[in-house]
């Protein structure tokens, strides 16, 4: 996948006349349309990114209903309601297939074997080069609403990130070499998920995003090492943060625990960098639009961030 210079965001409006009972929480299913939209257009191109084991450059929402109420979709939409459903996409020909498929001439989807029908589209831009220049420092006091379940995956080998042995690892590993280890005292992990707003997993994740598929170069790498040392959790507002388990089918014992809530974070004032604090702002405010941590494209990692300015007390309340 090339770098781009944008996130392209489509949002499918959807009508929907009939009960709809998901298997399983309904982010999973709009993975399964994203999937089904793309073979629309280039089945083949659909199975590559299907099958495809390296980050990927597109992540999704959950079904929202928008009528009767408002709310996260988990597994059942009443009849007669409207839903929305986004897709943030980070790679420009997958963009072009997804908008082609968008555009066919009376666009039903298939939500569970019940026909619903698509009545808008809107589609949103944003430049990386905007999100590094419109945003303020990160403030010394932030919180971040974890929206629908998330979890982090620990790095395949507990060893030291900034190794050059470990260094030279993941930029051979990004390029599609099989290396069996960084170094002899590397002592493997297996990819360990962890459902806890660790700032170290949590920034590491991000700037993996931001550095795979941005143009602007930022210090990505500096502002993780600064926020795995300046960055604290402080707190939790209540009623606290929750686990929820997700199985992605209900005959299979295929599951994922995340975690939902608010989280309070401190930066240690001995320790504040404005140029760090201010590539941590715009990897978050990138996160809302492409989410973080496991199964971005699953809907899971939905965030928002909220800085004082923001009224963070309300919002912590």
């Not at 009508?15 to 089904?36: E, I, K, N, T, W």
């Not at 980050?55 to 597994?75: D, G």
């Not at 590539?279 to 809907?299: P, Q």
């Amino acid at each position: 996948m090339m770098t781009m210079s944008s996130i392209s965001s489509f949002t499918l409006r959807i009508a929907v006349d009939d009960p709809v009972v998901f298997q399983s929480f309904s982010g999973f299913a709009s993975c399964g349309l994203f999937y089904s939209l793309v073979k629309l257009v280039d089945e083949g191109f659909a199975g590559e990114l299907h099958s495809s084991r390296r980050l990927a450059p597109w992540s999704a929402t959950p079904f929202l209903l928008e009528y009767p109420s408002s709310r996260i979709v988990y597994r059942s939409i009443p009849a007669r309601s409207i839903v929305n459903v986004s897709f943030s996409i980070m790679d420009e020909k997958l963009s072009t297939i997804f908008k082609e498929a968008l555009f066919k001439s009376n666009l039903e989807v298939d939500l569970v074997n019940v026909k619903a029908k698509v009545i808008g589209v809107a589609i949103n831009t944003c430049k990386f080069s905007d999100l590094a220049s419109n945003v303020e420092p990160l403030p010394s006091r932030f919180a971040i609403r974890f929206l629908t379940p998330t979890v982090f995956r620990r790095s395949i080998f507990d060893c030291c990130q900034y190794c050059p042995y470990y260094v030279e690892y993941t930029v051979r590993v990004r390029g599609g070499e099989k290396v069996e280890k960084p170094c002899k005292y590397a002592v493997q992990c297996s990819g360990m998920l962890v459902p806890l707003p660790l700032p170290s997993l949590m920034f590491r994740n991000i700037a993996r995003i931001w550095s795979k598929f941005s143009d602007v170069r930022l210090d990505v790498e500096g502002a993780v090492r600064w926020a795995e040392n300046a960055i604290m959790i402080a707190g939790f507002p209540k009623p606290g943060i929750r686990t929820i388990r997700l199985y992605e089918h209900p005959t299979t014992n295929k599951w994922i625990v995340g975690f939902m809530g608010t989280v309070r974070f401190v930066v240690r004032e001995e320790l504040y960098n404005e140029k760090h604090a201010r590539t941590a702002a715009t990897l978050l405010k990138m996160a809302e639009i492409t989410n973080m941590g496991v199964r971005r494209t699953a809907g899971l990692g939905m965030i928002k961030y909220i800085t004082p300015k923001g009224n963070m007390e309300k919002e912590e309340e």
